[in-house]
């Protein structure tokens, strides 16, 4: 029997540790924005590094999934680290906006070269391999799934930037936050289905191929 997603992954919440995640993930920014409007920027940096490095222990402490703190960390010092040499606060918040380019760029291109990474991804994690590219259908809904988190990424990218060409860091702030696990757990809902939709392509071809060989013994 072919296993369904939810019971193979934990959601997106899940893995990010649940709601206290959420809010881990949005402290760095936060402490960065207010700490900077108040005390400079040298300070911010300072300040939201160490917030990194507070909740990434306090992770640790809790026995939660060492690589989301150890990644979130890096991120956070990465950020910091570019707004310090740069002397811009808006720039702590560059490598998310590019990133978010970069990988609408990446998926957008699986997508029309016929590889749609949800499901390539997806294949690899399961074990499943790339059976998926066989079935135009289980194949289409790959490449919703891939085209979901394609908008999802370019949404972040156009309204991020735009407001980093405002030199609005505290709304940037704001839609980083907002615009991180929301969409993303909109995006992951379009993937479960074709995951989903995929799985039971493949277990029906799989049936049918099991009554064909064994008519096919009966037969002889």
Known sequence: MTETVDERKP???QQA??????????????????????????????????????????????????QPAVSGLLGVAIAAFIAYQSGEAKDYFLVGIWGSLVLAVVFLASVLVRRPLVGVIWGAMSGGGQAW???????????????????????????????????????????RIAMGYPLSAVALVVVVWAVRRANRRLAVGASYESDSTSAARSST
């Open 17 to 66: 540790g649940g709601v206290p995640g959420l809010v881990y993930a949005s402290v760095p920014s936060v402490v960065f924005v207010v700490a900077e409007a108040v005390a400079g920027l040298h300070a911010a940096t300072a300040l939201a590094v160490g917030a990194g490095a507070g909740i990434a222990l306090l992770r640790v402490l809790r026995k939660e999934p060492l």
């Open 133 to 175: 590219r066989a079935d135009a259908s289980a194949r289409m809904g790959y490449d919703v799934a891939t085209l979901a988190l394609v908008a999802t990424f370019a949404a972040r990218f156009v309204v991020q930037n735009w407001l980093y060409e405002l030199d609005a860091t505290g709304w940037l702030a704001f839609a």
């Open 11 to 13: 959601s997106v919440l």
